[in-house]
């Protein structure tokens, strides 16, 4: 097994602080921290994590560098300039948990090839307390000698972790992933406007129909955790990284000459609420903009 003595984490937001926690905590390697915002380093400073000054600090003190960022541009600005492509050394591996374009991800592990350098994908799934607790769901785009390098230290921050092919691969799936999350949840804030429209209590609605076919990981979690209580914080998945996520799905599906519909509708749904206001929401807000139709 490949022993990574250093690792770099660029990216310390909801999710980025908890992950780049475990491996602080698990890994057993020297941790190099990197974000714009002092608070996260400073906390995890004092969980024993380095701070780094950049992102060139980062790449240059590392063997391999993961990166938690919200989108695609984020992953770009990283990439680009005094970053990772400028920076990078033969042997060093890049590790993406964001979700990001498939095309930007396929295009930047080309130019990391050419350089004996290496790029996989692991978008991650699940909740923020999933992170906290280490038990996210990882869908990995690399090569099998890749994955089984890198399988180790996603464990500490991933109970489920799944190659699912070549690189670029595990941003496809983690992409459909959050395309059928967003189409259920939508269903679901649906379902509590009729029921509340029809005199049924939306908790017992939801209770009820855990215990049948429609019973999700939504409805438990999005679903009695958010639409019933009308909890729709922000800095947690906003409504417009919804958009951002649904934005590649339908991406792909014009790439592969496929129609679809449910998306295409939802991503109306999601742009009503950004337009609304609820931009920087938990994307479940979308319940909210139902019941005011």
Known sequence: MIKYNNIGFIGLGVMGEPICRNLVNKSGARVLAFDLSPAPLARLRDDG????????????NSDIVFLCLPSAKHVRAVFEGDGVLKNIRKGQVVVDLGTSSVGQTRDFAKQLQAIGASWADAPIARTRQAAQDGTL???????GKLFAAIEPLIRC?????TNCGDVGSGQVTKILNNMVLFETVNALAEAVAVAKGNGVDPALLLDTLSKGSADSFALRNHGMKAIVPGHFPERAFSTEYAL?????????AADAGIK???????????REAIDAGSGAAY???????????
């Open 260 to 270: 679809i519909r449910g998306a295409e509708l939802i991503g109306k749904v999601l």
């Open 157 to 161: 921050f991933a109970t489920d972790v």
């Open 283 to 293: 994307f479940p807000v979308i319940a909210k903009h139902i019941d005011r139709a």
């Open 49 to 60: 994590a380095v701070v780094a000054s950049s992102v060139a600090d980062v790449v240059g």
């Open 244 to 252: 951002k996520d649904l934005s590649y799905a339908l991406e792909l």
């Open 137 to 143: 769901s990882v869908m990995v785009g690399a090569s």
